[in-house]
């Protein structure tokens, strides 16, 4: 079942406005990825491209403005969402091919400030979050709709923090944005993805939510149901094999095995 | 009509003060850049042309991300500013009035340029051997003959500024109440899904906004080009 | 006071490269289209920076390249007439006529507002704005303007050109009474002797760039060698009568200085003393006193100077008591009749045209002495 016009139609518009996808050629394979994949996704890809000789085009941008692409049509052979409710937005439009979803990854979100040797953050039931930010903002992806954010929030509500906070917020189109302004110094703390704060320099990660504060993260994978490139499957593959696996631990991922619990809602 | 919520009105009124602030600061600097680019000869001139009209061909992304280099909170002119007179950009809605000027400047200048240019010259040379220095000719000769175009790019940059997304979200992010702007907020309403009808009210009114200056800003040339002439 | 100029200017290949000194009165700076007489006045008026040059109002250096003088153009206090008048549209045209009074300096004599608009006739316009003025109107206002700034000297560009002739046999007369009531010298360009015949103290004809004659006006206007420069059909010396008379007959009879003259009635009273100009294609010599025909100015004169040239038709200035008129004749004629400096003829004018008026102060600088 396929959403309602205007929905698309709006989607549609949004598309045109953010992000536009490259053109591929006919074995290319065109993947939507979540942001913070960037680092670990570029060598992943590069990877591939060399064994197989096509080439993988990948486009990073929030899951969520992703999902919405898909919506509107984008020709994008693979996803891999940062949050299992966007891959499971858009398999109850049926834009997925359900058979081969697969949770492929799990990261950690940290909390981390600006420079090289900032003091640690031990991070506790009511830690005085607000106190150290001060006069200055917490930079986070968008709290409502980009995973990193909402996790960053469900951690924070957990803690009995997000109240103190709520107002400090500097929020972001995506996670690696957020990244960027506490690397530049602009916003003294933020929260990101374990595998974020690695991939950059400027950071220091002064300390990691606890897992029971947030909903696992899951990064789910899919083909899309319109693709029809016989290369998407290869990759798809690809992502779980040797080489993929190292290149994703390297930057601090969890790899998932097929067999791990592939907690999803139908 | 239906009724707007909390959020909807913050963010509306948020873009209107944003739009008006950007405006009002750049006019001075929109004329003056407009007057040496239409009356000056001096060598570098084309390249400040360029540079006037970066904003309008960069990516609005890229803009932004210059502006948050230079003007955040480490940046060398942000840190400046802040430390001598207190003025932040960083986060706060002056961030996003600058970031609404710059990319609005090219477009103010345009149309401020041309009117200078459809000022017949030799006024402004008759006004010269009557005694009236370039400043007195300017404020006397000049400037109410240009007042059409001014007053059109003044409100040119306005509608510009009003759709301001790109640069602001990258220089100073989205923070409800400081930088949440329209265009913004709507983004925002469409990222979530179930957010469609505030999205969809809330472009109904930055349409009507804008079409509304538009009109406005072609009346009001009009009609003042028309008393010029008339006398 | 006295105007001083000297510059040298180039356009691509056109060079320009004046040298003049001229006295009080209206200065005409005649030539072709193209000759640069707009280059010298918009470089005295400060409009453009010649390459080389030094000019001098009335004791005061406004440009010296030599020495790195140059007086910006609002502080040359040089009154411009344009040729399209060059109103500020925005502005009424009593607001025009002000404008040039707010930037005069205190210490200036400041004109009187009102005798200048009386001067001009341009009481009735005070109120209207310059989009619904006729031409001449508003050249009359762009002439107050430029007055009501204090200048101390007055330059007008073609100033008559955009103009049908009857609006500028309209404006012609106010032009003269501001060379005569007026202490302001005036520098005048125009491409149109009439204008020059009827306005001007003294004549600088430019030609390709250069000073080609300068002199007291009567002089250039009955300089055989400068005819040329005016050309066949404009070529003509004036000279000054007085009115007698006016004949029950339609005739007005006047004293020149060489003799009487005839004209169709003048509207001028006697002890008037007037401008009459004599087209030098108008002019017939004879060698014996004509008897029988029906011109009625018959003048003694002398042959003074015979213009250069190889064309068919030749020029001669001939001198008529104080005055001198210039005649053109064939060449053919000039050999039948043996005509050479010294021989005595006689002048047979066959039409006078009536040019204007001259104030007592102008025809004595009018008739140099140096003749």
Redesign the interface.
């Known amino acids: 079942m396929r959403p309602p016009r205007h929905r698309q139609l709006l989607a549609a518009l949004l598309a045109l406005c953010v992000t536009a996808a490259p053109p591929a050629s006919a074995q290319d394979v065109m993947i939507f990825a979540a942001a913070s994949l960037k680092t670990a996704l570029d060598g992943v890809a590069a990877a591939w491209s060399a064994e197989t000789g096509s080439e993988a085009v990948v486009s990073y941008a929030a899951s969520s403005a992703l999902a919405r692409q898909i919506e509107a049509g984008a020709p994008a052979d693979v996803f891999i969402s940062a949050d299992l409710d966007w891959m499971d937005y858009l398999a109850s439009w049926g834009l997925i091919d359900p058979d081969t979803r697969r949770t492929l990854l799990s990261n950690r979100i940290v909390l981390i400030a600006a420079g090289t040797d900032a003091p640690p953050v031990e991070i506790a039931p009511g830690f005085g979050l607000a106190a150290l930010l001060g006069e200055g903002r917490l930079a986070m992806a968008d709290v409502d709709a980009v995973p990193a954010g909402r996790y960053g929030k469900a951690a924070l509500e957990t803690l009995g923090v997000w109240g103190n906070v709520e107002s400090r917020i500097a929020e972001t189109e995506n996670v690696r944005a957020a990244l960027a302004f506490v690397a530049l110094g602009e916003a003294p703390y933020g929260i990101v993805y374990a595998t974020d704060a690695n991939a950059e320099d400027n950071v220091t990660i002064v300390g990691t939510f606890p897992e029971d504060s947030h909903p696992p993260i899951r990064y789910p994978v899919a083909l899309t149901a319109d693709t029809a490139n016989p290369a998407a499957a290869d990759f798809l593959e690809f992502l779980g094999a040797a080489p993929a696996r190292a290149l994703f631990e390297a930057q601090g991922f969890t790899v998932l095995d097929p067999t791990d619990a592939d907690a999803h809602a139908g | 009509m239906p009724t707007l919520t909390p959020d909807e009105w913050q963010a509306l009124a948020l873009s209107l003060k944003v739009s008006f602030w950007a405006t009002a600061l750049s006019l001075p600097v929109g004329l003056l850049t407009a007057l040496v680019l239409a009356r000056g000869t001096f060598r570098g001139k084309s390249i400040l042309n360029g540079l006037v009209h970066l904003p309008l061909i960069l990516p609005p992304v890229v803009t932004g991300y210059l502006l948050?280099?230079t003007f955040?909170?480490?940046g060398p002119v942000g840190a400046f500013l802040d430390a001598n007179f207190g003025i932040v950009f960083?986060?706060r809605w002056t961030g996003a009035a600058l970031a609404a000027a710059v990319m609005a400047f090219p477009l103010m200048v345009r149309a401020i340029r041309l009117s200078i240019e459809a000022v017949?010259a030799?006024?402004e040379?008759?006004?010269?051997?009557?005694?009236?220095?370039?400043l007195?000719?300017f404020v006397?000769?000049t400037l109410?003959?240009i007042l059409p175009g001014v007053i059109a790019g003044a409100i040119l940059a306005f509608a510009k500024a009003m759709g301001e997304f790109g640069a602001t979200?990258?220089f100073?992010?989205?923070?409800p109440g400081e930088t949440r702007t329209l265009p913004a907020a709507i983004?925002?309403y469409?990222?979530?899904?179930g957010g469609?009808p505030q999205?969809?009210r809330l472009t109904l009114i930055a349409v009507a906004v804008a079409m509304t200056a538009l009109i406005a800003s072609e009346f009001v040339a009009r009609r003042v080009a028309r008393r010029?002439?008339?006398? | 006071m006295s105007l001083d100029v000297r510059l040298r200017h180039a356009f691509g290949s056109f060079i320009l490269d004046v040298d003049f000194t001229a006295p009080a009165g209206v200065t005409a700076l005649f030539g072709r289209s193209g000759a640069g007489k707009t280059t010298v006045v918009n470089a005295v008026a400060g409009l453009l920076r010649p390459a080389e040059g030094r000019i001098v109002v009335d004791g005061a250096t406004l440009l010296d390249t030599a020495r790195g003088v140059d007086v910006p153009k609002h502080r040359r206090r040089i009154g411009y007439v344009f040729q399209e008048g060059r109103l500020f549209p925005h502005l009424s045209v009593r607001q025009n006529l002000a404008f040039g009074g707010w930037f005069a300096p205190r210490t200036a004599p400041q004109p009187d507002f009102g005798q200048v608009v009386a001067l001009l006739g341009i009481a009735g316009l005070l109120d209207r704005s310059p989009g619904l003025l006729s031409g001449g109107e508003k050249q009359r206002v762009a002439i107050g303007r430029a007055l009501l700034s204090a200048p101390r000297m007055l330059l007008m560009d073609e100033p008559l050109a955009a103009l049908d002739e009857e609006r500028k046999a309209e404006i012609l007369p106010y032009l003269e009474r501001l060379r005569d009531e007026t202490r302001v010298p005036i520098l005048y360009v125009s491409h149109a002797v009439a204008e020059v015949a009827r306005l001007a103290t003294t004549v600088v004809a430019l030609k390709d760039g250069r000073v080609a004659r300068i002199g007291a006006a009567a002089d250039v206007l009955s300089d055989a060698g400068a005819a040329p420069l005016f050309g066949p059909t404009e070529a003509g010396a004036v000279i000054g009568a007085r009115v007698l008379r006016h004949d029950p007959d339609g005739l007005s009879e006047l004293a020149a200085g060489g003799g009487r003259l005839l004209l169709p009635w003048v509207a001028a009273a006697p002890g008037t003393t007037l401008r009459v100009r004599i087209h030098a294609r108008d002019v017939i010599v004879a060698l014996r006193q004509p008897e029988a025909i029906s011109a009625l100015n018959v003048l003694p004169a002398v042959v003074a100077q015979i213009g250069g040239g190889e064309g068919p038709a030749v020029d001669l200035s001939l001198i008529c008591g104080p005055d001198r008129v210039l005649a053109r004749i064939t060449r053919r004629s000039l050999i039948a009749l043996d005509l050479a400096p010294g021989r005595p003829c006689f002048a047979i004018l066959k039409s006078v045209a009536l040019e204007g008026r001259e104030s007592g102060e102008t025809t004595a600088a009018f008739r140099a002495e140096d003749r």
């Open positions: 948050l280099l955040g909170r480490r960083s986060f017949d030799r006024l040379d008759a006004a010269g051997t009557l005694g009236a220095n370039r007195w000719t006397i000769v109410p003959l979200i990258t100073v992010s989205s923070i983004y925002g469409t990222q979530v899904p469609q999205a969809m010029i002439r008339d006398g």
